[in-house]
């Protein structure tokens, strides 16, 4: 297996990733929403949500 960040032989000590360096890089781009799943639109994923949401109680 390689290491997803750098294609290094990843260790086990710090699988899948080759180090903690390119563990690190990994992680930031978790904490600064670099990996993103892309939405079609706002008014799509709002209309997903509303239609989730249980009918209101009259």
Do not use: Q
């Not at 997803?4 to 000590?13: D, L, M, R, S």
């Amino acid at each position: 297996m390689s290491c997803p960040i750098c294609g290094k032989p990843a260790t086990p000590e710090y699988r899948p990733f080759c180090s903690r360096r390119c563990a690190d890089v990994d992680l930031g781009r978790w904490l600064t929403e670099g990996y993103r799943i892309p939405a079609d639109s706002e008014d799509e994923a709002e209309d997903a949500t509303e239609n989730d949401s249980p009918p209101k109680a009259h």
